[in-house]
């Protein structure tokens, strides 16, 4: 069964804005920290974002101020707003469980964000 879905990347301009949507499950959501990941060509993935069950949030550095992890228990889902996009954003975009260890499920297909002119 497919655990964790994305979805709403797709082609933006520098400085535009686009929200991504993780749609995952009650039991995912309710027991996990959650987070957002991003891996561009050659690169290795990283984590972007990532927000607790009481809601704190913690980002990298290179999108803080920029983009911002919630959740919504009540729909089963995590969405990233970033604005303010830089073609070093470019990447294709995870969410998954984070753990000590990595990541609490097999990775999705992701969605791709592709920021340029």
């Known amino acids: 069964q497919v655990q964790l879905v994305e979805s709403g990347g797709g082609l933006v301009q520098p400085g535009g804005s686009l929200r991504l949507s993780c749609a995952t499950s009650r039991s995912i959501l309710s027991s996990n920290v959650m987070g957002w990941y991003r891996q561009a060509p050659g690169k290795e993935r990283e984590l972007v974002a990532a927000i607790t069950s009481g809601g704190s949030t913690n980002y990298a550095d290179s999108v803080k101020g920029r983009f911002t992890i919630s959740r919504d228990n009540a729909k089963n889902m995590v969405y990233l707003e970033m604005n303010s996009l830089k073609p070093e954003d470019t990447a294709v975009y995870y969410c998954?469980?984070?753990?000590?260890?990595?990541?609490?499920?097999?990775w999705g297909q992701g969605t791709q964000v592709t920021v340029s002119s």
């Open positions: 998954n469980a984070r753990r000590n260890y990595g990541v609490g499920y097999n």
